[in-house]
């Protein structure tokens, strides 16, 4: 699925634009930059070369954060879109959000 097509769907929670380098950790692999496009209390997209397919289990560790559990739900070849084992507590969500502008 194509990430500007995924960016319409209907969510469960509001997306937000952001930029933010982070790990991703594959489930018994190392781990590898990729960069936030978009962050929800459910969910994230993110640039990320790689051939992981959905289904996939990984940990996203944001800065000065604990790593979130979630798992892969498309990827494109360029971008990856995860859906967070638990939803983000809203007090992490505004964390992030007074660390790291909106993107327009």
């Given at each position: 699925?194509r ?6 769907e ?13 790990q ?21 997209a993110?640039e990320?070369?790689t ?5 996939t289990?990984?940990?996203l ?21 995860c859906?967070?084992?638990t939803?983000?507590n809203?007090?992490?969500?505004e ?10």
């Open positions: 699925m990430y500007e097509d995924a960016a319409q209907d969510r469960c929670a509001p997306r937000v634009k952001l930029h933010i380098p982070a991703m950790r594959p489930s018994g692999s190392p781990s590898f930059s990729v960069v936030v496009k978009d962050l929800s209390l459910s969910g994230v993110c990320a070369l051939g992981m397919t959905a289904g289990r990984v940990w560790t944001l800065p000065g954060l604990s790593a979130l559990q979630a798992k892969i739900v498309w990827n494109d070849g360029t971008m990856v879109g859906e967070f084992d939803l983000l809203l007090a992490v969500m964390n992030v959000l007074a660390r790291f502008p909106v993107q327009a």
